[in-house]
T-cell receptor, first 114, second 114 residues
């Protein structure tokens, strides 16, 4: 059974650029959630994808967008990068969207915006 | 939105000591989960709690879901050096339509002196 994998592990961008982060969900999981973790903080929910559609969204602007593919893998896209977007971006997969479902996290992508 | 207040922010203990940390909320949560995060890694699920009053153990770890559904605690007995890391409480709030979103506390940094 493979776990959640994310790529790349690290990324450096400049303000105004666009970035795409990728996530492969754990085997057997059909739901992917994305979280942003700023330094010294807990993860903050960005959005969740189920059956290739956005299933819920946190308090993030529209320049944060995502996709989910038929194999349940997912992408997080951020346009017009700002300095405050520097953070660890975590992907988590689960076997469904229910409140009781356990989330399993990848190791994250560390994004630096200069 | 819902916030989780996690305490203490940090702990410095000697190997062999017991540790206790807790999490409180101003609103009701349907589930409580405890995660541990090591540097450069994503959070790893330690214990999941689904019912008010539930007490669950995982090895040297014990966690409880508070009766009021607004709090939870995690105890670690006989700490060892590999317990070092950041411990996060998290939960699914009892708000209509938000059961997909996991809310995290700010974490407790645990340091164990050998």
């Amino acid at each position: 059974e493979t776990g959640v994998t994310q790529s790349p592990t690290h990324l450096i961008k400049t303000r105004g650029q666009q970035v795409t982060l990728r996530c492969s969900s754990q085997s057997g999981h059909n739901t992917v959630s994305w979280y942003q973790q700023a330094l010294g903080q807990g993860p903050q929910f960005i959005f969740q994808y189920y059956r290739e559609e956005e299933n819920g969204r946190g308090n993030f602007p529209p320049r944060f967008s995502g996709l989910q593919f038929p194999n349940y893998s997912s992408e997080l896209n951020v346009n017009a990068l700002e300095l405050d977007d520097s953070a660890l971006y975590l992907c988590a997969s689960s076997s469904s969207t229910g409140a009781g479902e356990k989330l399993f996290f990848g190791s994250g992508t560390q994004l630096f915006v200069l | 939105g819902q916030q989780l207040n996690q305490s203490p922010q940090s702990m410095f203990i000697q190997e062999g000591e017991d540790v206790s940390m807790n999490c409180t909320s101003s609103s009701i949560f349907n589930t409580w989960l405890w995660y541990k995060q090591d540097p450069g890694e994503g959070p790893v699920l330690l214990i999941a709690l689904y019912k008010a009053g539930e007490l669950t153990s995982n090895g040297r770890l014990t966690a409880q879901f508070g009766i009021t559904r607004k709090d939870s605690f995690l105890n670690i007995s006989a700490s060892i050096p590999s317990d070092v890391g950041i411990y996060f409480c998290a939960g699914h709030p009892n708000s209509g339509g938000s059961n997909y979103k996991l809310t995290f506390g700010k974490g407790t940094l645990l340091t164990v002196n050998p």
